[in-house]
Nanobody
């Protein structure tokens, strides 16, 4: 059974940084694309960043240049380093693992395993 556990969220002032972690059990991350998504109140869950099996990295335009995704295969953990945070980054952040190995997509419906989410709040 695949389990994903996020950590690292919190309250930070605009311009600050946070690092989110997503630890996986039950699956080897390196064979599957892993994505970070976020959902703000009243909004759809949206793609933020992802890392494929090869590993290529992908970012939403809104976070490009500020966020960095990485993976530690030995720890089976994916990280999202978030710098220069803005109030509009406030949301619940979710880690997700793709349903199938060796395939990349940023569509949330392609991700079959989700963590419980971690709240990120950026004050102005």
């Amino acid at each position: 059974q695949v389990q994903l556990v996020e950590s690292g969220g919190g309250l930070v002032q605009a311009g600050g940084s946070l690092r989110l972690s997503c630890a996986a059990s039950g699956r080897t991350f390196s064979n599957y694309a892993t994505g970070w998504f976020r959902q703000a109140p009243g909004k759809e869950r949206e793609f933020v960043s992802g890392i494929s099996w090869n590993p290529s990295t992908y970012y939403a335009d809104s976070v490009k240049g500020r966020f960095t995704i990485s993976r530690d295969n030995a720890k089976n953990t994916v990280y999202l380093q978030m710098n220069k945070l803005k109030p509009e980054d406030t949301a619940v952040y979710y880690c997700a693992a793709h349903r199938r190995p060796g395939i990349w997509s940023r569509a949330k419906d392609d991700y079959g395993y989700w963590g419980q989410g971690t709240q990120v709040t950026v004050s102005s």
